[in-house]
């Protein structure tokens, strides 16, 4: 199928990946714009999967104030190099990653960084409710194993659909940025901010 190069530009600007790949893409997915999206999305994240474990020893303290001035949000994100670290598409990531912080209050960054007994006790709270509400002994686990998955969607930052686009986790939001921009990116550490709010 032949390609015209508006449409090609369009997927460019809208994707930030090269030219030659929004044509590829466009022509395995016969000149349809949101399949040849989802096609560049899935390559990228395989050559961003490859990049996944080089160091990050540059980047940024981001910081983002809500409207209103009762919400702020500290962000620490990093990069490989001090030149990707000053790449406006990085601040903006930075900035999203901090907005959608603000949004939905992450507790953790992943689920790595919950304490063990926070999620036993979260586990034996679900099989409890699960026994009350009358279900066989059986398949008490696997329902309270269901619920710790939406528990670490709902408190881990990484697990969390983005704000903006429900269709995608915030890992993933990072591995399309590591896709157009060719280097790692990893959020270390953020701390947010509410008025009043009891430590």
């Not at 030219?19 to 997915?29: P, R, V």
């Not at 001035?69 to 900035?95: Q, S, W």
């Not at 034996?124 to 710790?148: F, Q, R, S, T, W």
Request: hydrophobic share 35%; net charge neutral.
């Amino acid at each position: 199928m032949k390609i015209n190069a508006e449409l090609v530009k369009q997927l460019r600007e809208q994707s930030g990946v090269g030219m030659m790949d929004c044509k590829k893409a466009l022509q395995e997915c016969d000149g349809d714009m949101e399949k040849a999206a989802k096609y560049l999305r899935e390559k990228g994240l395989d050559k961003a999967e490859k990049k996944s474990n080089r160091a990050t020893k540059e980047g940024i303290i981001h910081s983002y104030i809500h409207h209103g001035d009762k919400i702020g949000v500290l962000l620490e994100i990093n990069c490989e190099t001090d030149f990707v670290a000053r790449n406006e598409m990085f601040k903006k990531l930075a900035h999203e990653i901090a907005l959608h912080i603000a949004a939905a209050a992450p507790k953790y960054l992943s689920k790595d960084d919950i304490p063990e007994d926070v999620v036993e006790k979260e586990k034996e709270i679900y099989k409890k409710m699960a026994l009350n509400e009358g279900k066989p002994e059986k398949v008490i686990d696997k329902i309270a194993d269901g619920k710790i998955k939406k528990f670490y969607e709902d408190t881990c930052l990484l697990e969390q659909n983005f704000i903006r686009d429900n269709d995608i986790k915030i890992r993933d939001l990072i591995k399309e940025y590591i896709a157009k921009i060719g280097e790692n990116i990893v959020v270390k550490r953020f701390t947010r901010y509410l008025l009043g709010e009891e430590e």
